[in-house]
């Protein structure tokens, strides 16, 4: 079904896509292929390109194809985690000297990634809001600025950016834009045909979706980047373990079930706690007072599982809250089918204190899971009493 698949729909590519059962044992499922390496056929006459398993694995391959079919892409890469995936990415795609806008809003490890990693190895970078168009276009340094790089939407307070202006912008300069698709995931929305050259995903969060796995993934349409990327996965060596692999794309059959479980459950938080007293502001893209509704709406099919408020009396009552919930587990990450509760200040965002990052000491934010709404709405009414 590898290639039919491309062309069928979301759903029908989430379960078959990268994968035909096995032709010896018909196994409906791919193996799980616990092997370093591969018996060759004489010297050099490897099996279907097997030949040790940092450079490909069966189950790998079968994710990876998975993976390209959702994000309607030619190739996809799994590895070890989304930081390690940005990392070979980078690797890959820039040499010391060159310059990269970030989104001033990045994922905490992504920003660490940069500042502390990238930054000594030569990489500069400037941050800019992913929201506003003409601040990303004058954050580039023309001639020096290889990779415009953006989430959408960002963690904790859902900017939007538009994926198709950006493109424009980036290929203006010569750039290539590469968005970091964790928080939508390929059901919501695909960057690559809204014209970026490169999907990262944390599969940690939403395409396993059962916070039992870590891991990373890149996507790309062309075939020239498919071929550093395929050299620099290999040469480095970050990647996805089989074991890691089949349950990410275990997950990833159902994602398109989970996410739309994921998005009616915000959908009712938000508006439970649009009417609460407690609550001083609901952000969710959904809303039309949200100020990236309108990209929102055009580039995504719904607007996710993650809702962040703002506890009306401060700080501490935040941290009550979020002591006080019972279905919503106290924990960082995201994506998965349980409910979670976190307080960016203290928590996901306690590194970026003090600097432009920070985010307000009252806010709260919910990875919205996929049990009985009902039980989660008594759960925040509960954890909101005073
Ligand atoms: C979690 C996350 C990452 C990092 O992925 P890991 O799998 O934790 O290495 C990158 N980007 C976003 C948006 C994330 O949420």
């Known amino acids: 079904m590898s290639e039919q698949s491309q062309k069928s729909g979301f759903e029908t590519r989430a379960i078959h896509a990268g994968y035909d059962p096995d032709p010896t044992t018909g196994a409906v499922i791919p193996p799980i292929f616990a092997t370093s390496t591969y018996k060759q ?38 590895f070890a985690s989304g930081l390690a995936a940005e990392h070979t990415l980078l690797t890959a795609l820039c040499r010391p000297g060159d310059h990269v806008v970030v989104p001033d809003d990045a994922y905490g490890g992504t920003y660490r990634l940069f500042a502390k990693v ?4 030569g990489l500069r970078h400037t941050p800019a809001p992913v929201s506003d168009v003409d601040a990303v276009r004058a954050a580039i340094r023309p001639g020096e600025t290889t990779v415009v790089w953006v989430e959408t939407p960002t963690n904790p307070l859902l900017n939007i950016g538009d994926i198709e202006a950006l493109a424009s912008v980036a290929h203006d300069a010569g750039a290539l834009l590469v968005v970091d698709n964790t928080f939508a995931s390929p059901y919501l929305q695909q960057p690559l045909t809204l014209g970026a050259d490169v999907v990262v995903h944390s599969t940690t969060k939403y395409a396993g979706g059962h916070s039992d796995v870590v891991g990373g993934a890149l996507v790309v349409r062309d075939l020239g980047l498919a071929e550093k990327i395929t050299f620099h996965q290999n040469a480095i060596g970050a990647v996805s373990g089989p074991f890691d692999s089949w349950l990410t794309l275990r997950g990833l059959k159902t994602l398109a079930v989970r996410m739309d479980r994921h998005c009616d459950n915000a959908e009712k938080v938000v508006e439970f706690l649009s009417g609460h007293p407690a609550v001083s502001q609901v952000v969710y893209p959904g809303l039309a007072d949200h100020p990236g ?23 501490q009552a935040a941290l009550d809250a979020c002591a006080k919930a019972e279905v919503f587990t106290l924990a960082e990450s995201l994506g998965g089918i349980e409910s979670l509760i976190e307080h960016p200040g203290r928590m996901t965002h306690a590194s970026v204190a003090g600097t ?20 989660l709405l008594a759960d925040l009414d509960r954890a909101l009493a005073t």
Do not use: C
């Open 356 to 375: 432009d990052l920070e985010v307000p000491a009252d806010l709260i934010r919910l990875s919205v899971g996929i049990e009985t709404a009902d039980d």
């Open 118 to 121: 990238e930054e000594p190895w």
């Open 41 to 78: 056929d004489g010297v050099g006459g490897l099996r279907g390109g097997y030949e040790y398993s940092r450079s490909a694995n069966p189950t790998r391959t079968a994710l990876e194809g998975n993976l390209a079919a959702l994000e309607e892409g030619e190739r996809g890469f799994a």
């Open 293 to 315: 509704h309108a990209v929102a709406s055009r580039q995504m099919k719904r607007y996710g599982g993650i809702v962040s408020f703002r506890v009306r009396a401060g700080e």
